[in-house]
Each structure stands twice: as structure tokens, then as C-alpha cells.
């Protein structure tokens, strides 16, 4: 009784103290922004982190203007694209992302072994552009619900191309791209803006464009008009400054529009389009700020940037169900502690005096432990997986586990640097051994034993396990796991003289069949 009153008073202690689950951090303004946009949405995002993992949280306009924040998404992004009313993510492990309402998907890499830098949405497709593993180009679709992929029939050269982006406009998918341009003279120094397109099944390009430019370009399109965003080289003494510049089909190059009026951040800056109006982003302090850009409206126009709205400030949605839901979970498992505990006193009370010869021990046949140790994981993973989804949503809705294991198979070492899934491999081993250790400890098996007719015993008399034995038992799991699927403690039993493995051999005890299933004694 005492012993459950102890474990509902930590984990009450441990949920109050926020040390249980980790919880999303604010976003901070970081060193890249992004703003992808189509007919009725316009997504933005900044880089943030969740205790150590790296990520990114994302704001959504929808058609009526109202700005919420979509949530955080843990990975380092290599491309941005709009896809319906959502957000399409690609990773540098070429896996990629669906976020927006619902629940955010991380799904396998839809090309083997390459690396995507690009990506637009093209209606109710959406384009991908990347590198595999021997530097050529790949162009990526997905349409109807399924990928395909080719190697794009185009000469570039991935080191010279930097801040990719791709955008879908005039029924063709542009690659843009500032290259460093060549020097005429040692003094000369600077970028230009280079493309290709795909048209009709067809690359053409690279194209060089009469645009310089001092920092990424960022383009968006509206159906009517293609748009570049840069910064022009200094001249002088005068800083860099922001210039808009438009594509036209006649000649097939870009021309400035003129430079941007208004107050535009020194800063990284982001484009993007939603319906027919162009957006500005920018990094700002608590998230990100955005403000309209309105085109010029006649050759001596100069396009004009309004007053950026901090987005940090505008209704936030919440993600999952809170602290609230742990402790509600908490609360009912110190109930059931409570009674189990008080029901083992009883029985103790009541129960007569043990025999003075204990009855033989049986051991557990192996199959019996292993589906013992299957019915309890996966009561366990499905709990686990309750409680994440209502806690830790952005760990829980990107099918965590499933794209793990998408890793481990392609020989991503990434996995085991990742902050989250060492949060999660500590959650799982603390949500075994606690467990385990609980319900030996006051029934002397869990729930797969139980089904199973086996339960463990101390393997000097045969007496029910005391609470360090149980606990000791469990706590050496994780040896007995080394290096995968209970290889060590299954050596253990085989080859010991009794079939014990680690943690039974240094807790003293051992697993056995139940008396109501051990066979009858012959007359």
C-alpha cells in the first residue's frame, strides 16, 4: 500500500514538474524563412526546435484571410511547397511530409537514394526537384495519389547551383537558381540569376538572365505573372536593396521592375502568393511577419511592401490535449495501484499458512515467455500511443515509428543522433520496466503471463517475488536486449543451468508455469 502511494506521488510530481514528456518549444526567429502559397492558402515557416530536436513551426492564411498556426515539425526541411490546403515538406533524406489540418504524415522517399532541394505545387499535382546519389538531376511528380520519377534531361552542375527554388508558371515547372558569376576583373564579384524549364516533356536551359543579384532569389507565381524577389548588389557605399523583377515569355528573361518601396528587412526574406496578391516574410522577434506586396501599378510605379503583421500574435491553435490529459492518466492508474494493492493485502490476510514443502517448480516453456513478451509490447505500444497522440503530437502523427524503421532499413545513421527518438526509446524502456516491475511485483505476472498460465517466482523456494526482485528483474531489460530482440537473455537461457536469463540469474529468480497449469500428477 505504501509502495503505491510512493509511485502516485512521483508521477504526480514528475507530470507538475513538466519532466514526463517534453512539450514544444516558442519559435525563434532563425536564419531561413519560407512562404509557399496557391489559389486559397499561403503557408509560411521558420526553423524552431523542441528540447533539442530541430524542427520547424508553420503558419496558415486561409481564403478569408485569418491566420492561424498550423504546429511544429520536427526535421531539418530542404524544400517547401503549397499543396491544397496544407503544407508539403521534403527532407534531406529525401522522405517527405504532408502538414496541415489533420494529423501531419511523414511518409518514405518517394525517389531511392537521392536528396531534393525543390518543390511546387502544380494543382492538384505537385513537382519535386533533386540530386541522387551519383549528382544527377531528378525530377520528381506526384499525381493521381502516386510518385514517378526520371533523370532530367538537362546539363547543370549541382556545386555552382545555389537557393534552388521551383515554381510552376505559364504551363511550364522554372528552376531558379543564383550561379557566381565570372569575374571580368579581380574587383568584380557578385551572382547571377540562371534557369531552365521543363515544357511539354522537354528541359531547356540552363538560361543566363541579365539580373544580378546579392542574395537568394525568391520567386512565386499567380497564374499571370511570375515574380522575383532579390537583393541588388551594393553600389558604392549605398547598402544593398530590394528589387521585384517580373519573367515575360516574349524574350524569355527576367526584367526589374524596379526597387521595392517601403521598409524591407536587411534580413532573410521570403515570397509568396495566395490567390492573386503577393506576400513579403520575414523573420521577427516570437515568429515570423508578413506583409502584402503590391505590384506597380504603371512604368513609374515602383512596387511597394506594406506593414509587416507579426504572425506570433494572431490566434494560435492548440495541438493535443495538455498537461491535463497526463495527469487524468495519472490519477487513474494510482486508483488502480491503490486497489490492486489493497486486494493483495486481503488476499494475504485471508490465505492460510504455506505449506511447509513447497510445491515443485516448473519452468515456462519458451514459447510461452515469447508470447508472453509480444501480448505485453503490444498492450504497451498501444497505451504509449494514446497518450502520445493526446501530449505529443508532433511526435505521435508523423508515424513515428514506421519511419524509423523506413530509416534503419536505408542506412540512415541520422537515427541515432535524433533527439526524439532517444526521448522516445527512454519513454518505452521507462514504461517497460515500470510496468513489468508493477505487476510482478503485486500479482507476481503481467497480462501476456497471465494469458500465457506463467508466472515468476523467487528460484529459492518457490515463494512469490519481493519487490526488488521484481524490479530488479525488469530494470535489466535492457541487457538482456543487447543487441537486439532478447539475443543475450535468450543465450542465457539456453545455455544456463536453469533456464534463466540475466536479470532472473541476478534477481534470483525465475519464470515458471502456474499450479493451475502444470500437468497432474500421476497416482
Known amino acids: 500500500m505504501r509502495f503505491a502511494f510512493a509511485m502516485l506521488g512521483l508521477a504526480v510530481a514528475l507530470a507538475f514538474a513538466g519532466c514526463v514528456l517534453p512539450q514544444p518549444e516558442s519559435p525563434a526567429a532563425g536564419p531561413w524563412i519560407a512562404a509557399v502559397g496557391n489559389l486559397n492558402n499561403l503557408s509560411v515557416a521558420i526553423p524552431a526546435s523542441m528540447r533539442g530536436a530541430q524542427g520547424f513551426v508553420y503558419w496558415r492564411r486561409d481564403a478569408q484571410g485569418l491566420w492561424r498556426d498550423g504546429g511544429f515539425g520536427q526535421g531539418d526541411p530542404a524544400a517547401f511547397a503549397a499543396w491544397r490546403e496544407g503544407l508539403l515538406v521534403f527532407f534531406p533524406s529525401g522522405r517527405y511530409g504532408l502538414f496541415g489540418p489533420g494529423r501531419p504524415d511523414v511518409r518514405p522517399s518517394p525517389v531511392p537514394a537521392w536528396t531534393p532541394v525543390a518543390a511546387c505545387e502544380d494543382g492538384l499535382a505537385a ?99 511570375l515574380a522575383c524577389l532579390f537583393q541588388k548588389p551594393a553600389s558604392g557605399d549605398a547598402p544593398p536593396r530590394w528589387a521585384l523583377a517580373a519573367y515575360a515569355t516574349t524574350d524569355e528573361d527576367w526584367h526589374e521592375m524596379g526597387e ?16 492573386g ?48 490529459v497526463l495527469l487524468l492518466g495519472v490519477a487513474i492508474l494510482g486508483l488502480f495501484l491503490l486497489g490492486f494493492s489493497w486486494r493483495r493485502t486481503r488476499d494475504r490476510a485471508g490465505a492460510p499458512a504455506p505449506a511447509a514443502e513447497p510445491a515443485a517448480l516448473v519452468p515456462a516453456p519458451l514459447a510461452r515467455r515469447a508470447a508472453a513478451v509480444t501480448i505485453d509490447y503490444l498492450l504497451l505500444s498501444w497505451v504509449l500511443t494514446l497518450l ?75 515463494v512469490p517475488v519481493a519487490w526488488w526482485q521484481a524490479v530488479a528483474r525488469n530494470a535489466l531489460r535492457v541487457v538482456d536486449e543487447f543487441p537486439a530482440a532478447y539475443l543475450a537473455g535468450l543465450i542465457s537461457i539456453l545455455i544456463g543451468p536453469k533456464p534463466q536469463r540475466i536479470g532472473d540469474r541476478l534477481a534470483r529468480t525465475m519464470v515458471v508455469l502456474r499450479p493451475s497449469r502444470q500437468a497432474p500428477a500421476e497416482a
Open 388 to 462: 502520445t497522440r493526446a501530449i505529443w503530437p508532433a511526435m505521435a502523427d508523423q508515424r513515428f515509428w514506421a519511419d524509423l524503421m523506413d530509416r534503419l532499413m536505408r542506412g540512415d545513421t541520422g537515427v541515432y543522433t535524433d533527439t526524439p527518438i532517444l526521448y522516445m526509446y527512454v519513454i518505452w524502456v521507462l514504461a517497460v520496466v515500470a510496468y513489468t516491475a508493477l505487476a510482478e511485483g503485486l500479482f507476481g505476472r503481467t497480462l501476456g503471463k497471465h494469458l500465457m498460465g506463467i508466472e515468476v517466482r523467487s528460484a529459492q523456494g518457490g
Open 277 to 324: 496578391r503577393f506576400f513579403v516574410a520575414a523573420p521577427g522577434e516570437g515568429g515570423p511577419r508578413v506583409a502584402p506586396l503590391e505590384w506597380p501599378a504603371g512604368p513609374r510605379e515602383p512596387p511597394r511592401v506594406a506593414e509587416f503583421t507579426p504572425l506570433a500574435a494572431t490566434e494560435r491553435r492548440p495541438e493535443g490535449g495538455g498537461d491535463w
Open 260 to 275: 521595392v518601396a517601403g521598409e524591407m528587412p536587411p534580413g532573410p526574406v521570403a515570397l509568396g502568393r495566395c490567390g
Open 127 to 225: 513537382d519535386a526537384f533533386g540530386w541522387d546519389a551519383s549528382g544527377e538531376p531528378i525530377h520528381a511528380r506526384f499525381e493521381d495519389d502516386q510518385w514517378s520519377w526520371r533523370r532530367a534531361e538537362v546539363s547543370l552542375e549541382r556545386d555552382k547551383m545555389l537557393d534552388v527554388s521551383a515554381v510552376r508558371f505559364a504551363g511550364r515547372l522554372f528552376l531558379v537558381w543564383r550561379e557566381e558569376a565570372p569575374r571580368l576583373t579581380e574587383a568584380a564579384a557578385g551572382y547571377r540569376l540562371r534557369f531552365v524549364y521543363l515544357d511539354k516533356g522537354r528541359w531547356s536551359g540552363p538560361h543566363d538572365s541579365r539580373l544580378r543579384v546579392a542574395s537568394a532569389p525568391r520567386v512565386a507565381a499567380d497564374g499571370r505573372r
